[in-house]
């Protein structure tokens, strides 16, 4: 069956340092993964998305890297601040297609002052 | 544009009562999920409609729960009877249409507790 697997204990860093979340994945070759942002009490919020024939993505602080051999993204967050503090779920499209995400339990985030 | 609208935010019943969860989507969009997330399990997804019809129910956990699309502005999702197991956060997402890559948006989340 499909799996996806996020570092499940909590992430703790300090403020300027680069936070750098993992998510694996099983038995799929997907055509993109994305990472979504999840606040306590909040919905999950859109970050990034990363195509099969990316390597690499950017977005002002936040770069994402997508190994198709391994199965594997990184997600990283540079000069990482409290308010980068959140929960991270990385999902992906199993079904081939109709946009049907499957998403991972998600890695804890604390950045410390 | 007012995003995806959940409703209730907060929900207490007891077991056997009847749960309603109501979700209006992003108006243009023409995809609409639900998800559950608890703990254990982390965000599932139950149903998701194209274009107003269920396309995918495989992840809707009993025949106590069900969901409708009447148009293209509402949703519901109802639990008859609720048991404790039910209880979990809620949500309603939406997206453009259902072309893999289309950001999905969440609602709030309709948190409800069985007792």
């Known amino acids: 069956s499909q799996k996806i697997e996020q570092n499940s204990e909590a992430l703790n860093i300090q403020e300027g340092k680069t936070a750098t979340l993992t998510c694996n994945y099983t038995?799929?070759?997907?055509?993109?993964l994305q990472w979504y942002r999840q606040d306590p009490g909040r919905g999950p919020v859109f970050l990034l998305l990363?195509?099969?024939?990316?390597k690499e993505k950017r977005k002002e602080r936040l770069k994402v890297t997508f190994d198709t051999t391994l199965k594997q993204s990184l997600f990283h967050i540079t000069a990482s601040q409290p308010a980068d503090s959140a929960t991270y779920l990385c999902?992906?499209?199993?079904?081939?297609?109709?946009?049907?995400?499957?998403f991972g339990t998600g890695t804890q985030l604390k950045v410390e002052l | 544009d007012a995003g995806v609208i959940q409703s209730p935010r907060h929900e207490v019943t007891e077991m056997g009562q009847e749960v309603t969860l109501r979700c209006k989507p992003i108006?243009?969009?023409?995809?609409l999920f639900w998800y559950r997330q608890t703990m254990m399990r982390g965000l599932e997804l139950l149903i998701y409609?194209?274009?107003?019809?269920?396309?995918?129910d495989s992840g809707m956990p009993e025949d106590r729960f069900s969901a409708k699309m009447p148009n293209a502005s509402f949703s519901t999702l109802k639990i008859q009877p609720s048991e404790p197991r039910d209880s979990a956060v809620y949500f309603c997402?939406?997206?453009?249409?259902?072309?893999?890559?289309?950001?999905?948006?969440f609602g709030e989340g309709s948190w409800l507790t069985v007792v």
């Open positions: 997402a939406s997206s453009r249409d259902s072309n893999s890559g289309n950001t999905i948006y």
């Open positions: 038995n799929y070759s997907p055509a993109y």
């Open positions: 990363i195509r099969e024939n990316e």
């Open positions: 999902a992906l499209d199993y079904s081939g297609g109709g946009n049907k995400l499957t």
């Open positions: 108006s243009g969009h023409n995809s």
């Open positions: 409609f194209n274009n107003n019809v269920p396309i995918d």
